[in-house]
């Protein structure tokens, strides 16, 4: 049913439309353009996420993407070589995620065209996915019908379903101390430095456990060479799949923090943000055996895995409702040897 020629051709004339991360308008209008000549109204939220309904009878599915990608994504130019789409110069593909998207649109056309019977369909397209689902945290939910649904946005083969990702807390740190002149009066001032790289040296960073990752990666001290640093900032996160051990790590880091810092008479602030919270569906959860089924039915193997990372996925189960985020083939994302098979964009938009 999947007509290979039109859907390769929606996807490159997706990836050669801009749309880095915040500028995602030029590409929301094109996809509009094609649902509206389908027949299909959408909707267009304040944040820039696109909402579209494929009304029907029976249980409706949500099927997501988001329109935006990382940089170099500008000028992007594609070229097919030997049944594999990449970049032909400087930039990413962009197949992250507009595979996705092109797939999407081509089930689309495949049903309407062919009037075929289907489930009541919800399309989101997010806008920001790639600086922080900063896009799809601010699409109202009210407006979904469904209790489960799908985004393909894992760089893996078509048959991954990501049924586990973790929690995220991002933590901003300052640790105050006092300067002096280096060379005049080292011994009035508080080393800021000194009692970061004490703590950092105690704690336990990168993989703690299977399930919970630390890091700290961004730091700025002091503002000239030969001052006391009176100051360190860092920009540090924390990530697990358990919600305990998550808050654990975090008192852990706050309480270092403050009592190295008071014991040399410095002090200690910071703010926590939580990014997105986990999720995890088992294998018989109604999700995961639909998707299984799907993918058996279709002879692809199905793949459980947990991941480090988060996607749109995780905000749709943070309002109950069941996404997975699935592989889709791709390979290399982020990377300007970023590509996709003509195959495998083929097969995601099968499952689809
Ligand atoms: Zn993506």
């Given amino acids: 049913m999947i007509n290979q ?57 949500v099927i997501s993407g988001h329109m935006d990608t990382v940089e170099p994504g500008r000028g992007i130019e594609p070229i097919i070589e030997a049944g594999i789409i990449k970049s032909s110069s400087e930039t990413i593909l962009g197949a ?80 105050i101390g006092k300067s002096a002149h280096a060379g005049g009066e080292p011994t009035k001032g508080i080393n800021a430095l000194h009692a970061f790289v004490h703590v950092v040296s105690d704690l336990k960073l990168g993989r703690i456990d299977p399930e919970t990752t630390a890091n700290i990666g961004t730091v700025k001290a002091g503002n000239c060479r030969n001052s006391i640093p009176e100051t360190v900032e860092f920009e540090g996160e924390i990530r697990s799949h358990s919600e305990q051990d998550l808050e654990k790590i975090y008192n852990t880091w706050i309480n270092t923090f403050s009592s190295v810092a008071s014991s040399i008479e410095a002090s200690f602030e910071h703010s926590v943000k939580r990014q ?64 996709i098979s003509v195959e495998n964009l083929k097969k995601m938009s099968e499952v689809i």
Avoid at 123 to 139: A, D, Q
Avoid at 294 to 319: C, M
Wanted: net charge neutral.
């Fill in 96 to 175: 992250d995620n507009k595979a996705n998207l092109a797939g999407i649109i081509e089930v689309i056309r495949v049903l309407k065209n062919n009037n075929i019977k289907h489930k009541p369909i919800e399309i989101v397209m997010s806008v920001e996915e790639e600086p922080g689902l900063k896009g799809i945290k601010r699409f109202d939910f009210n407006k979904l019908d469904s209790n489960i649904g799908i985004c393909f946005d894992k760089a893996a083969p078509v048959g991954t379903i990501v049924n586990k990702s973790p929690s995220c807390l991002h933590i901003d740190g300052k640790v």
């Fill in 276 to 339: 997105y919270s986990r999720y995890f569906h088992d294998e018989n959860s109604t999700l995961i055996k639909a998707l299984t089924s799907t993918f058996s039915s279709l002879n692809i193997k199905t793949n459980l895995v947990p991941s480090g990372g988060a996607s749109d996925a995780n905000i749709f189960n943070t309002h109950g409702i069941q996404v997975a985020d699935l592989g889709c083939g791709q390979k290399h994302p982020h990377r300007k040897d970023e590509s």
């Fill in 5 to 61: 020629e039109r859907l390769v051709k929606t996807f490159l004339q997706l990836v050669q439309i801009d749309s880095p991360s915040g500028f995602e308008d030029e590409v929301r209008l094109w996809i509009g353009n094609k649902l509206e000549k389908m027949g299909l109204e959408h909707e267009v939220d304040q944040a820039g996420n696109l909402y579209c309904k494929l009304k029907s009878k029976g249980d409706p599915v």
